[in-house]
């Protein structure tokens, strides 16, 4: 009798080992391909491309938006872009491109997935794409960011996929009026003139100072600044506490802000500026809210100079 239900019971192990074997789980590739699959019929998405390259070991699922051109891209490129991101299961969004810049190698752009769907699928400077990154190219099992998972925007949950598309910008110079254009339409700013250097101010009053403002002076006022979204990086009180700025000669403040208030020229007056990347904090932002290659808008008001 004991002969017999051991018998039994080694079948027993045997056919729930091969039917173990006949379901087993999927592993993260093929979990991150069902994924994207459901994503792709649940959204609607047509045009979605797998990525073949080198054997299709990627994942990921792209579609070329506007294709850029000239030199094919590398590791080594530094490169300007402007993306937007959110995962699969809703919870993490960031859609404001006015935060959204980076600059630097494309070898260092996170997440991995990014990296190689720019480098193999959009390849070339001033192209547009959206890409599906599976989880084991993005975040992996544990995630990033901090908080509980039920929060939104707090944090991107482990294992999840990412939505991205992603600009990579040729002409900054080009993009910043673009951008500019599109900040004063969107904000019904009119009377603005614009410099041969990009820069656009529009004088608010009209200075009646005797002193005019120089390397060398010493100027007073209340100021504002914007990102192109509105926001202020900064979080001041300047637009009703005095600031004082000197030194103008010493690099140590943005172009434009020193080129508007020579524009202004004279104190008991007002201007208000918008500039281009460039003559803001450039490729490297200020590390106070404001990002790499971010257009700003300054509004300068009660300004007062002090000429030594």
């Not at 637009?239 to 172009?255: E, H, K």
């Not at 524009?263 to 003559?279: Q, T, Y």
Request: with cysteine; charged share 10%; hydrophobic share 35%.
């Amino acid at each position: 009798m004991k002969l017999k239900f051991f018998t039994l019971l080694l079948l027993s192990v045997a056919c729930f080992v091969s039917c173990r074997k006949i379901t087993s789980d999927p592993d993260i590739k093929q979990y991150d391909q069902q994924q994207i699959q459901s994503y792709i019929a649940a959204n609607g998405l047509t045009g979605m491309v797998r990525d073949t390259t080198m054997g299709d070991t990627t994942g990921t699922y792209y579609q070329i938006l506007s294709p850029g051109a000239g030199a094919a891209l590398n590791y080594t490129s530094t490169i300007s872009y402007v993306y937007t991101i959110r995962t699969f299961d809703g919870k993490y969004a960031v859609t404001d491109t006015a935060l959204n810049h980076s600059y630097g190698l494309l070898g260092h752009v996170i997440p991995n997935g990014l990296m190689l769907a720019i480098k193999n699928n959009l390849k070339y400077n001033g192209g547009k794409m959206r890409v599906l990154v599976p989880s084991h190219l993005a975040y992996g099992k544990n995630g990033i960011g901090s908080g509980s998972i039920t929060l939104t925007n707090g944090r991107i949950g482990g294992n999840q996929c990412l939505d991205i598309t992603v600009n990579v910008i040729a002409d900054q110079a080009a993009y910043d009026q673009l951008v500019i254009k599109n900040y004063m339409a969107a904000n019904n700013l009119t009377g603005y003139t614009e410099t041969a250097d990009g820069l656009w101010y529009k004088i608010t009053t009209v200075p009646t100072g005797s002193n005019y403002i120089n390397d060398n002076s010493t100027v007073t006022m209340n100021y504002s600044i914007y990102l192109m979204n509105n926001t202020n990086p900064d979080q001041n009180t300047y637009a009703t506490t005095t600031a004082t700025f000197n030194d103008f000669a010493s690099g140590g403040w943005a172009t434009g802000f020193v080129e508007g208030l020579k524009i202004l020229g004279r104190g008991a007056g007002g201007i208000s500026i918008i500039v281009p990347s460039a003559l803001g904090y450039g490729t490297s932002g200020n590390g106070n809210g404001i990002p790499a290659n971010e257009c700003l808008r300054w509004d300068m008001t009660n300004v007062s100079v002090t000429n030594n």
